[in-house]
């Protein structure tokens, strides 16, 4: 399966809101599946992304989908983390 289109939604956190999520996204894979609500966070050691997940009653969190392997799991991160600093760069070099 290949990552035919990454969106991204930048998400702008309010006044007092938490900071470390910077953006949604959604992946489509080969222009016929996709999959939505992956997350861009912000953390100690830079962005990386999170995928779809809900929380159970016991207040702990499942995914709701996941690469089953490190090679997808990477090459989606890399893509929507690209994809989401192409758009932020955008946005920079619109302010300057």
């Known amino acids: 399966m290949n990552i035919t289109?990454?969106?991204?939604?930048?998400?702008?956190?309010?006044?007092?809101?938490d900071q470390k999520l910077k953006a949604y996204a959604s992946?489509?894979?080969d222009e016929a599946f996709v999959v939505r609500g992956l997350k861009v966070i912000d953390g100690k050691n830079g962005l990386f992304v999170?995928?779809?997940s809900r929380k159970l009653s016991?207040?702990?969190?499942?995914?709701?989908?996941?690469p089953l392997n490190n090679?997808?799991?990477?090459q989606i991160e890399t893509m929507?983390?690209?994809?989401?600093?192409?758009?932020?760069?955008?946005?920079?070099?619109?302010?300057?």
């Open 71 to 74: 090679e997808t799991r990477g």
């Open 80 to 96: 929507v983390l690209e994809k989401y600093g192409n758009i932020t760069q955008g946005v920079e070099d619109r302010a300057q």
């Open 5 to 17: 289109e990454v969106k991204i939604f930048p998400r702008a956190a309010a006044e007092g809101e």
């Open 27 to 29: 992946i489509t894979f």
């Open 50 to 52: 999170v995928m779809p």
């Open 58 to 66: 016991d207040g702990t969190f499942k995914d709701i989908a996941h």
